[in-house]
């Protein structure tokens, strides 16, 4: 019979997870880690709910455990940090397998071993519905810290790589019948199973900018809110993987692109040079999607004239962006 | 009728809880936060369950909050830490009420205030279940890091103040009939309810030792075996609030301060001189109530001869600390 968390109680199921954490770490009140001179704090935290963020029908826990991790290793990200390590509380009902909670730390320290960082500490108790509480904390040269709020009229809009290819993924996992030879069908579920935050960025100058965990589209208007500026984009522009692209309609993947979330790219606004040179750097995927603008609008245009303009007011959701 | 949670959403109740924050904060992916120069971080995590940890029964919110934030202070205390600031994490039910969230909030920073210390970022989502995860952050010089594991034969051992009296407030909370007339009842009651974290101790010298959450046994017990030593404690050193003392038998009182955790002292292990000292400065409470030996027992013996010795052997558990 499988062991579940109830049979080897609080203690028993913290000394099996400590096996996932650096052991110079465990057994104090609290970890210590050392600190970098002239650098800032960056601190952020998630709450992921069973049945609410993540669910045993499209995340076994190996992914779960890693999809945590990079959401909150995406907002360090999106500061402009490196990371110093995660704390993990976990609440557990008596019920679940032990290798469950094995696998999901797994998935985590897989996760954050690409990033070259570490669970340093954490809490595991008694709760009716799993619940997975991560904070990240890293740190950050104050004078590159990324901003939702520096934007300004005339930056280039950069995405670092790829919309779409995550709700792409989570739709092939909820259809496992749909396209069983579609090429690039394993490549599209893994980015929604294991996303990469994209630490790698580290832009070498001040921009503006935060990472698309919510749609593209939410990002452009959560920065072009805090900036007070709009933006103009092309939508012939915005980089969608050309295995979504062979697979679903332009409209298909282009809704997806802009609303679909969870892809973990940073939407960076600078100067045109060093935008061009980022892009360059970056590679495939990344690319110059638009223009910040002095208007109060968003307007998503067509270079090539197939679709009609829109435009979406500030002070209205993201969720009309379609439709006005 | 009263505003629930699922009324005013989750983004509306984001913006009612980040009333809490210092608006510097707000509005980005993550918190930035300054760090002194030479200083380590001290990072620590607590998740908390209603119906495990907390009950309106005996905790309205505003204490919850207070004791969830005290408990993550506690901690940085017990690493010789300054608090730099805590995230907080929320499940919540939708029917919970928006005035309960505000309430459990105002507790939190009271506490916090109370430290010069505030909320810096967190995390509301949807949850079966209303769960609490706390992550607390500070800073130490590193030559001055209190651990569990640097007890040394010889060292005297020293409570910051009294014992048992959370364990007796929380009596009275689940009894609300027994002794309404008791001298000291509300402070009993508040002990529990608003317990302090020892963020004033912080000792000028390297010292061992950790806080006493779990109970005086349990931070004798987790020091010895963390520095492979063991202690002898004197009964009847072992500071007990004269409103306690004045209520129950003796045994009571001292079964209450071993084992009934939360008091949030500090137990700390270090050179008699250096002790003596310290004990002078905390006043109220504090005392030198043992010695760090070579033996791998913990003995309690009473020098009243009232009480026979006892033992425990440190591969026992601290439950066994009674019987034996």
Avoid at 8 to 26: T, Y
Avoid at 121 to 149: E, H, K, L, M, Y
Avoid at 275 to 290: H, K, N, W
Wanted: glycine share 10%.
């Amino acid at each position: 019979m499988e062991l579940r968390v109830q049979d080897v109680g609080e203690q028993g199921l913290l000394k099996r997870v400590q096996a996932f954490c650096p052991s110079a770490i465990v057994g104090d009140d609290a970890a210590v880690l050392p600190t970098e001179p002239g650098k800032s704090l960056v601190v952020t935290s998630d709450v992921l709910v069973d049945g609410v963020h993540f669910s045993d029908r499209t995340t076994p826990p190996e992914s779960a455990g890693w999809r945590a991790a990079a959401a909150n290793l995406s907002d360090l990200a999106a500061m402009g940090a490196s990371p110093s390590g995660i704390t993990v509380g976990l609440g557990l009902p008596g019920e679940v397998s032990v290798s469950w909670v094995e696998r999901l730390y797994q998935g985590m320290t897989s996760c954050l071993q690409r990033y070259d960082t570490a669970i340093v500490g954490g809490d595991i108790c008694r709760s009716p519905v799993i619940t997975v509480s991560i904070t990240a904390f890293g740190q950050v040269d104050p004078t590159r810290v990324i901003r939702r709020s520096m934007a300004q009229p005339g930056d280039a809009i950069v995405v670092t790589g790829y919309h779409g290819s995550s709700r792409a993924g989570l739709e092939l996992l909820l259809n496992p019948d749909v396209e069983p030879e579609l090429e690039g069908r394993d490549l599209l579920i893994r980015t929604h199973q294991y996303p990469h935050a994209r630490l790698d960025v580290l832009p070498p100058f001040p921009c503006a900018g935060m990472d698309s965990s919510d749609g593209f589209a939410d990002a452009v208007l959560q920065i072009c809110r805090a900036s007070r500026v709009g933006a103009r984009l092309d939508r012939q522009r915005i980089s969608i993987h050309p295995a979504l692209r062979n697979w679903v309609s332009p409209e298909q993947a282009m809704q997806w692109a802009l609303y679909g979330g969870e892809d973990f790219e940073l939407v960076l606004c600078l100067p045109e040079d060093l935008a061009q040179e980022l892009v360059e750097r970056l590679g495939e995927g990344s690319a110059i999607v638009g223009t910040i603008t002095s208007a109060q609008t968003i307007q998503l245009i067509d270079s090539t004239g197939t679709h009609p303009d829109e435009s979406l007011t500030l002070n209205r959701g993201f969720q009309h962006f379609q439709g006005s």
